[in-house]
C-alpha cells in the first residue's frame, strides 16, 4: 500500500484500526497492539472481528480520500466478512514503514 496524500490519512488508518478494540468491545476487548521495529501489529479477537464487519469498519477507513486507505479499507471489509463466518475466526494485520507510506498484510486467522 502506498499512501500519496497526507501523513493525516495514514495515522487516520492505523488510529482507527487500533481503535476497534475500544469502540467495539469496551474493557472485554482483547484486541492487541503491539509496536513492532519500523510499525505496528494489531490482532483482533473473534468476537471484535464480528464486531468490525457488522459496524463496516472497513467501508468506512476506505471512504477516506486516499487510494492506498480505500485499498486497505476494502482488504480490511473481505477480512472480517469471511473471518466472522468461521468458528473463532480472527484478523490481524501489520503496518510497517513511515506514516506517510507504509506497507503491511492483512490475515484471516482461523482456530
Request: hydrophobic residues 55%; charged residues 10%.
Amino acid at each position: 500500500m502506498r499512501f500519496l496524500r497526507t501523513v493525516a490519512v495514514g495515522a487516520g488508518v492505523v488510529g482507527a484500526a487500533a481503535g476497534l478494540g475500544i469502540l467495539g468491545s469496551g474493557a472485554a476487548s482483547a484486541v492487541a497492539v503491539a509496536p513492532i521495529p519500523g510499525g505496528v501489529q494489531v490482532e483482533l479477537n473473534h468476537a471484535d472481528t464480528v464486531w468490525a464487519d457488522q459496524a463496516n469498519i472497513g467501508a468506512t477507513i476506505a471512504s477516506m480520500p486516499n487510494v492506498a486507505a480505500q485499498s486497505f479499507g476494502a482488504g480490511f471489509d473481505a477480512a472480517t466478512e469471511i473471518a466472522a463466518q468461521l468458528p473463532q475466526g480472527r484478523v490481524g494485520f501489520t503496518v510497517v514503514g513511515p506514516l506517510s507510506s507504509p506497507g503491511g498484510i492483512i490475515v484471516i486467522l482461523a482456530e
